[in-house]
């Protein structure tokens, strides 16, 4: 089943968002919505940074993290190049597969967007796949975009129950 953990709140010109509330003996794996999230600074790609050791350092290496095919990136890719004009933001599901595992890391995504230039990127063009190339647990993770804050929007955590 799908639980309700945390809300980031409605978000105001925030340099990141982060979550800790991961409990292993409880969640396989993080469905985090996504509401209308948009960049401060035109054309930028939303992406999730990873920690383990309880949110205390988040990794952001590039080279640590693939998406589209092989290309390194540093962090997770939730959505690519957000517009920030009225009306532009990112909305949709992401999932963090399997964080408690000791074996690298999967975010796969669903998102919608409008990109700098007002078109709207869905089915192949804001769908995400990325991995965390690093083998360790993971145990808390931050959302920000690849440069300035995120103006506006509201980020939602659920954990989906385990089978024990």
């Not at 089943?1 to 396989?28: H, R």
């Not at 998102?111 to 700098?116: A, D, F």
Request: aromatic share 10%; proline share 2%.
């Amino acid at each position: 089943s799908m639980v309700y953990l945390a809300s980031s709140g409605a978000i105001s010109n925030a340099a990141n968002v982060s979550f800790t509330q991961f409990d292993a003996s409880k969640y396989d794996y993080y469905t985090f919505s996504l509401l209308n999230i948009a960049p401060a600074s035109d054309s930028q790609s939303f992406k999730a940074h990873v920690s383990t050791d309880g949110g205390s350092n988040y990794d952001t290496t590039n080279g640590n993290y693939h998406w589209n095919d092989a290309t390194d990136t540093t962090g997770l890719m939730v959505t690519y190049l957000v517009g920030n004009a009225t009306g532009e933001a990112c909305t949709g599901e992401w999932n963090l597969m399997a964080p408690h595992l000791t074996g690298y890391t999967y975010g796969v995504g669903t998102m919608v967007n409008l990109n700098p230039s007002g078109n709207l990127k869905g089915a192949s063009g804001a769908n995400s796949a990325g991995v965390h190339l690093v083998e360790a647990d993971v145990d808390a993770i931050r959302f920000a975009f690849n440069s300035g804050n995120i103006s506006s929007g509201e980020i939602v955590m659920y954990g989906i129950a385990n089978g024990t």
